[in-house]
Structures are given as C-alpha cells and as structure tokens.
C-alpha cells in the first residue's frame, strides 16, 4: 500500500494514502503536523485514476519543497521527499515492484478494451482472438485502435481542469471513430446538460438528441447504437434530428464505480451504418476512461472549493462552524439578520506609547503571536471573529448560529484570555520582553448580522448600538480588567461573580451605564479577584 513516511519533531510516523490525503496543522487534516511554519490546511496527496500520486500545495504561506524548489504540483514517484517547515515527507510506493507506470496503464487500456469486445461473432464488427485473424490489416488497424485509447488514458489522466479534459475527450474520440459531431452532456442538478459540443473540424455546433435515446441510456445505463436513424423507431418523434440529416449514432453512459455522471454522443451525417459494434465497443471503453478521469477532475474542484472556502472562514468562525460552511448547512448569504448577541471587545492597553518605543517589525511578531493566542481561545469557547482593529479583537458569541448560553461562553472566553496573557507574559519576560496587557469589555444586545461589503469582498460582522456600548467598556477597562453590561450581568449573575462599579457615563448615552468588574467564576475560590487591574 502506498504511504508517506512523516518525519517531525513528532518522530517518524507512517501514514497509508487514501483516495484523498490531506496535510496540516489543523487535527482535522488525515496528518497532522505540529509546526507553526506549516498551515492549518497546508497540502492534500490525491490519487488519481491511473493509481499514481499527485501532491498538491493548497497554497500555503511558507510554501511546500521539493529538491530545495519551491512546489505547487508534483506526481510522487518512489522516494520523492516533500519538505515542510521542519517536516519532510518520503513518498514509498507498494513495497512489491510493480510494474512500469506505462506498461500498467497499457496492459490495463487493453485489458478493458478486451473485455468489452469480446461479444459477438461477426468478422468484421468485433475483436476477435488473435489466432482466428487472417487479415492482416484488420490486424493493423484493431492495434492502432488500441495504440490510441491508451494514448487517450495519457492524454487525460492527469488533467484536472475539466474544460480542457472535456475538449481532449472529444478530440481523441474523433481521432478513434468515424463521426462528423460529438456531445458530452454532463448530470446538473439531476438533469443532462451539454458541456462541449462540436464537429470534426472543431466548429461549436448545437446537437438535438433524441429525448427516448438520451432517457434509455440513462435510466438503463447501456449504450445505444442505431445505424440508420432515418429508419429507427426511437427516432419518429425527434423532428430536429430528421431535419440536421443525423444517419448513424452511438450514445454511451459515463459510468465511474457505478454512478452516472452523463453521457456521451457521437453521429454521422453522412453515411448509415457509419458505426458497428467494433466502434461502439471502442466508445464505450473511451466512455469508461473518461467518466474515471471526470470524476477526478469533479472532485479536484470540490476538493478546492471546500479548502478555499475553509481557508476563507477559518479565520472568522470556530472549526465547527467552519465545517458547516465548508459542506453548505450553513449559509453566510449578503445581508443582514437581526438577532441578539453577546459582544466581546478586548484592547491592548498602553498599544501607542509601545509602538514608539518598539521597531515596526518587532510590533508586527508581537501582534501575530498575540492574535493567534487569543483567536485559539476565543474558537474553543465557539465565539465568532469578526475583525481586528489594529490591537483591539472584536469577536461575537450567538452569531451567525444561536449558541445558548452565549453571555457565559463570552464571560468564560474573557476570563481564559487573561489566564493564557499572564502565561505568555511570563516567557516574554524571561526573554527580556515587556509584558502586554490588555482590558476587556462584555455586552449583549439587538444587532444586524451578516456578510456585509462588495460582491468581490464580503466581510462578517455586526452593527448596532450594542457594538458601540461593548465598545465603550472595553475603553474604560483598566488593565487586566473585565467590564460587563448589566444586560449581560443579569442573565449570568448565578454563574458569574462581580462588583458592581459606579455608573459610567459614556459617549452617546444620555442615560449612564450600569457596569460590573468580572472577578471570577462562582466555584470554591471565586473570591480570588482574578480580574481587578493589575
């Protein structure tokens, strides 16, 4: 069985390679790797219809290396080692020597093709034997069909952009039968839609099929040859297909592990019995080679679409959520929905006097551990990013998912905030480093929810005057200090210990505030002050 073989400051692990292999940071990859130079979502293996290996970049920041060279895409050969961060990866092929990749795909081309030509009697309209052959040129031309379906295994395997794999199919099957047009009709949304049609000569023309012949095909899964469309039955109602002149057709099923993923048509307008079973043979079997590499190319894109669109939000949401967008159970639509949510803002304290002090690239490595710090706590408490303001982190609880509870999830969010700072304080210290404090503020209340910006660029956020009352706490607290709303108080006071503060009389209120310091979790030693300022 093919594998990678991880070699990490985890030590050396082997990792046998599915139908898809992803590589990361994150525990949701199939390998995870424990390296902050590596991504949360960093590479994925694919394997691919001729059994061989694709590695691929998902575009990482620090990038994947081969050979000391930077790589997007490379087809893994037998000890081929990918480096990542302080990781390398060494691909083993299946530890029995096989075969040549060549050799396999041509033994395996002509095996299927054997296969399903074998079926009929008729000199001139099948593969026969080798030693019931007597005519040598029929000899020649069955092996040049050979020659090029396996050309067309080479030709398609590893294309993944499905356009161009559409337009190699429809090239190569020219280049194998006697047709004069070609349609390749693809199932969306559960109904046949034309994906490429043309003729010989590579004009873009529109092909009326038959609705009785394309409902044959795929309800039955079978391919349909008819040698004279001018006198079949199936034909008598297709009043177009008479009109174009259509004399001889073949329509086969893309079948791949027994799904239907469309089909295939090729006509001639000039002559009956332009195909035989021989031709439809040889169709059905290109039929099969590209229904395999379709589904590859399908997948490559679904596989892409899900990494883009977690790579995308999980900067913004929790894993969980993430997984929701990723597979559609959660839309982040345009727009905006008015719901109640629990704020919480958290700001730097002492930020401007420390950047005048502080060189810009040294600010810059301060902020990034920082936010990673605080977005790692503030997702395992299942809040909600909505942006960075230079120092200050505003993140939401009970958006864009209600989560009961959220106004403890936010206070309990807070409160681990300041626990992992004073941790990180104390290796910035012993590095000779200033320690970094921060002030919190906590509020719930009404707002607007919802991807808001341009069509280009959308952003996640909330809006509201409860965004501006968070903020407006979160400006008063002092360092090390928690600041709640009574809104958000009085739905956790059971939970939460507090000392009520003296009203606070903040910008565009007329009315002063009711504000309470968090101390600490109501338990056996919530009476240690956890949170007064430092």
């Known amino acids: 069985m093919p594998k990678l073989i991880v070699i990490a400051n985890e030590g050396e692990r082997d990792f046998e390679l599915g139908p898809v292999t992803t590589i990361g940071r994150h525990p949701d990859n199939t390998i995870q790797i424990l390296d902050r130079i590596v991504s949360k979502e960093h590479a994925q293996v694919i394997r691919q219809s001729d059994g061989r290996f694709l590695f691929r970049d998902l575009g990482s920041l620090n990038g994947s290396f081969y050979a000391e060279e930077r790589v997007g895409e490379r087809v893994l050969a037998d000890g ?52 019931r052959i007597t005519d040598l040129e029929v000899l020649r031309r069955d092996y040049e069909k050979l020659r090029m379906a396996h050309e067309l295994g080479r030709a398609i395997g590893l294309e993944v952009n499905l ?17 004069d047009r070609g349609v390749i009709l693809l199932l969306e949304n559960g109904a046949p839609t034309p994906r490429i049609a043309r003729t010989r000569d590579g004009r873009t023309e529109q092909i009326a099929l038959s609705s009785s012949i394309l409902n044959e095909v795929l309800t039955k899964k079978i391919a349909v040859l008819s040698s004279d469309a001018s006198m079949d039955s199936r034909f008598s109602g297709a009043h177009s297909i008479i009109i174009q002149g259509i004399r001889s057709t073949m329509t086969v099923p893309l079948l791949h592990q027994g799904e239907i993923l469309g089909l295939m048509h090729l006509d001639s307008l000039i002559t009956a019995n332009a195909f035989g079973e021989k ?16 589904s590859n190319s399908l997948l490559a894109k ?72 605080m977005v790692d706590v503030l997702f395992r408490h ?108 009085r739905k956790v006071m059971d939970r939460v210990a507090a000392i009520r503060l003296p009203p606070l009389k903040v910008k565009g209120k007329e009315k002063e505030l009711a504000v309470y310091n968090v101390i600490g979790m109501r338990s056996s030693d919530w009476r240690q002050e956890s949170t007064r300022p430092v």
């Open 80 to 131: 081929d080692e990918i480096t990542m961060g302080a990781a390398r990866l060494v691909f083993r092929a299946q530890a029995s020597a096989p075969a040549p990749a060549e050799q396999v795909r041509i033994e395996h081309s002509q095996e299927t093709l054997i296969r399903q030509t074998l079926h009929t009697e008729q000199e001139n309209q099948e593969f026969l034997p080798e030693v």
């Open 163 to 179: 356009d161009v794999l559409l337009d190699k199919i429809i090239t190569k099957a020219f280049d194998l039968l006697p047709a």
């Open 279 to 294: 031709d439809l043979q040889i169709f059905s079997s290109i039929a099969g080679q590209a229904a395999a590499a379709i």
């Open 302 to 373: 679904k596989i892409e679409h899900e990494a883009s669109t977690r790579a995308q939000f999980q900067r913004l949401l929790s894993p969980n959520l993430v997984e929701q967008v990723v597979q559609g159970r959660l839309q982040l639509e345009k727009g905006g929905q008015r719901s109640e949510v629990t704020l919480l803002f958290s700001d730097i304290r002492g930020f401007t006097s420390m950047s005048e002090t502080t060189s810009p690239e040294e600010i810059v490595r301060m902020l990034n551990e920082y936010f990673e710090i």
């Open 382 to 489: 299942q809040g909600t990013l909505d942006k960075f303001v230079g120092d200050e982190i505003i993140a939401l609880f009970g958006a864009p998912v209600a989560l009961p509870n959220a106004e403890l999830c936010a206070i309990e969010c807070a409160l681990e905030m300041l626990k992992v700072l004073k941790d990180w304080n104390r290796v910035r210290v012993s590095e000779g480093l200033p320690e970094v404090q921060i002030g919190l503020g906590i509020n719930t209340g009404e707002v607007v929810t919802g991807a808001i910006g341009s069509s280009r660029a959308l952003q996640y956020t909330a809006i509201g005057d409860a965004v501006n009352t968070t903020s407006r706490l979160c400006s008063n607290a002092k360092a090390g200090q928690l600041l709640v709303s009574e809104d958000t108080y």
